[in-house]
């Protein structure tokens, strides 16, 4: 197997909160000097259980040379002698590059999260897909990613509990992985991994009411970092074609050219006209894998999506809303973590998707064989609907990043998780944001309920 980049984090952080007010669409969530309280504004009865957030004083520091001296790269042995210490971790965070990445971009957040989150945590990050790899397909990237966290679980015996943080499509493969990974607890208190089967056209929906095991350990944190939950189909999906329509009705055929089947399933064209594709699978429990009770088995789901300059992934995609619910973000940036610009609490909403309905079957027929802007709207409209609908039975909480006052704005996609120290590191916010919410988590039992 593939080697890896592996840390141990190893000191304490102690967060100071800040003072702050951020909107929810669902909920008004007022922030004090410890922390927020939430007060409904909806008649929704959904039983919801949100967690604190704190906000902690962020500094830029040089910890390339810390990071790379710290690292071990080679077999799992390293993993096994951490574990072995007088400090054991219990707490595994897996970190998931993107598209022709690799492990070296998590260099900077890797050394950060080593000094803030103590030494409970074992940050691992994945390599097994690197480079090309990520052309292979979702599915494909994402049963790798389980086969390889699955491996560092036997060979630590120490850890209790699992969170990962996804930067782009590594969010989309830990999203298929936690599913292979999941299973689910039954009336006994043991575990089963049994998959629901269902037709082609017809997606499982419902919900287990226990929360399950993720290779074998406690779920925590799911994190996504300008992931393409919803594809990079549409208008300004994926923003490097500015929107031109005879662009936006090209890059379908040509993708797959490009970058294999990932191609193919980010522009929702894969498979036979009747089967859904696989990110319309991917939002429900179905004959591939229980994607949504994986997903909701977490203490919480938290997706940061860049609001603007992301030249790769748009704003609707990575936060999983509908064009209606963008709005104007805030210019200023939250205390202590520059360039994060706002949080929303959203509670889950119950609904009967997703679903593939005659009409969308014929929408992607056109769509695969004479691909026309009328044609290429329509599936697309009907199928990120349906996804919304899918991923909203979940709790979440959205956090909008704004690099508009960087230096070097147009850089947001790798800028969001610092991918160079030096050239992205207007970013450093963001992590910090990241590993206070990680932190959080660490002490909280409560989490982000979902609709079921």
Avoid at 174 to 187: C, F, I, P
Avoid at 205 to 229: C, K
Wanted: proline residues 5%.
């Amino acid at each position: 197997m593939a080697t890896a980049s592996l840390i141990q984090a190893g000191c304490g952080f102690s967060p100071r909160f800040s003072g702050n007010s951020n909107n929810c669409s669902f909920r008004t969530v007022s922030f004090g000097p410890f922390g927020f309280s939430s007060s409904s504004s909806s008649s929704s009865s959904h039983n919801l259980n949100f967690s604190t957030e704190t906000s902690s004083d962020w500094k830029h520091q040089g910890l390339r040379a810390q990071a790379m001296s710290t690292t071990t790269q080679g077999n799992f042995g390293s993993s096994n002698s951490i574990a072995n210490g007088k400090n054991e971790p219990d707490h595994l965070l897996v970190l998931v590059h993107g598209i022709l990445a690799s492990p070296s971009d998590w260099t900077y957040v890797e050394a950060e999260l080593k000094m803030r989150l103590g030494r409970n945590f074992l940050i691992y990050a994945s390599s097994c897909n690197t480079f090309t790899k990520t052309f292979s397909g979702v599915d494909g990237a994402g049963k790798r990613l389980a086969d390889e966290v699955l491996q560092v679980v036997k060979k630590t015996e120490s850890l209790k509990r699992i969170s990962f943080l996804a930067h782009s499509l590594g969010g989309l493969f830990a999203r298929y992985a936690t599913a292979v990974l999941y299973s689910q607890n039954d009336s006994s208190g043991t575990e089963s991994n049994n998959v629901t089967d269902s037709s082609d056209g017809n997606l499982q929906t419902s919900f287990p009411s226990r929360r399950g095991m993720i290779a074998g350990l406690e779920p925590v944190s799911f994190i996504t970092l300008a992931t393409p939950h919803l594809g990079v189909r549409g208008r300004k999906q994926f923003p490097v074609l500015l929107g031109i329509p005879i662009l936006e009705k090209l890059a379908p055929p040509i993708a797959p050219f490009l970058v294999g089947r990932t191609g193919k399933q980010l522009f929702l064209t894969d498979g036979k006209p009747s089967r859904p594709p696989l990110l319309l699978r991917m939002a429900s429990d179905c004959e591939d894998g229980k994607f949504l009770s994986a997903l909701g088995a977490f203490r919480c789901r938290i997706a940061y999506a860049n609001v603007s300059y992301d030249h790769m992934v748009g704003w609707r995609t990575s936060s999983i809303r509908r064009e209606k619910e963008l709005v104007k973000p805030p210019v200023q940036s939250l205390d202590g973590y520059k360039h994060v610009v706002d949080v929303d609490y959203c509670p889950p909403v119950s609904s009967d998707g997703p679903n593939f309905p005659p009409e969308a079957v014929k929408a992607k027929e056109a769509a695969q064989n004479a691909p026309n802007v009328q044609n290429t709207v329509e599936y697309h409209e009907l199928m990120e609907e349906e996804m919304i609908q899918g991923l909203q039975k979940l709790g979440w909480k959205k956090v909008d990043v704004s690099f508009h006052s960087a230096v070097w704005p147009f850089f947001a996609h790798n800028n969001i998780h610092v991918k160079d120290e030096w050239l992205h590191n207007a970013g450093a916010g963001v992590v910090a944001h990241v590993a206070d919410s990680l932190k959080q988590q660490e002490s909280s039992s409560s989490y982000i309920s979902a609709s079921l």
